[in-house]
């Protein structure tokens, strides 16, 4: 069975960093990428970044360069955010999708809650 | 690269049936045969309900069926069922760096 753990929820202060991971089970490490959605409050989603953990390819959505940087190591993925704003308030969703290009993202984790408040 | 254009709200009656588009460009879309949709209940991860367009994921009900011409892909949801209100989203691929767009999102309510 397909899992993704996520880290807990956080609260930050505009202007620190963050680092939030996932970690997967029950797939085949070169078969999956892993990817971050991001989701405001009461709004709709917005893909983030992805990488492959089998090579570190990465793919970093425009609107989110220079902001965030996303690395793995073996099952975990991390989403590190380099200067939180208000703004980032949010779900942030990761999931995983077949090593093929155009595939879905397949399985999702639960969540993590970020909060940024001053 | 822009949101995909949905619907805010579609509504129907149990055992009815709502159809759902989703416009994007030639860019994503109309490019390619690469779009999924995924249903999202509140409080709830979202789950991948339909992708390459039309095909099923396992355990995914028929009555969720997906299709696509030109720049428009469209989710039908037959014989409409209580679970089935939430919010769906379609995504599509826009090549190697933007592998997924989102849809606006759009609620869904069984009257």
């Known amino acids: 069975e397909v899992q993704l753990v996520q880290s807990g929820a956080e609260v930050k202060k505009p202007g620190e960093s963050l680092q939030m991971s996932c970690m997967g089970s029950?797939?085949?490490?070169?078969?999956?990428?892993i990817g971050w959605v991001r989701q405001m409050p009461g709004k709709g989603l917005e893909w983030v970044a992805i990488i492959s953990p089998a090579d570190s390819d990465t793919r970093i959505s425009p609107s989110f360069q220079g902001r965030v940087t996303i690395s793995a190591d073996m099952y975990t993925a991390y989403l590190h955010w380099i200067r939180l704003q208000a703004s980032d308030t949010a779900m942030y969703y990761c999931?995983?999708?077949?090593?093929?290009?155009?595939?879905?993202?397949?399985?999702w984790g639960h969540g993590t809650l970020v909060t940024v408040s001053s | 690269q822009s949101a995909l254009t949905q619907p805010r709200s579609v509504s129907g009656s149990p055992g009815q049936s709502v159809t759902i588009s989703c416009t994007g460009t030639s860019s994503d879309v109309g490019r390619y045969n690469f779009v999924s949709w995924y249903q999202q209940h509140p409080g709830k991860a979202p789950k991948l309900i339909i992708y390459d367009v039309y095909k099923w994921p396992s355990g995914v009900p028929d009555r969720f069926s997906g299709s696509k011409s030109g720049n428009t892909a469209s989710l039908t949801i037959s014989g409409l069922q209580a679970e089935d209100e939430a919010d769906y989203y379609c995504c599509a691929y826009a090549g190697t760096n933007i592998p997924y767009v989102f849809g606006t999102g759009t609620e869904v309510t069984v009257l």
């Open positions: 999931a995983i999708r077949p090593a093929v290009t155009g595939s879905p993202l397949e399985y």
């Open positions: 029950g797939y085949s490490l070169n078969s999956y990428w």
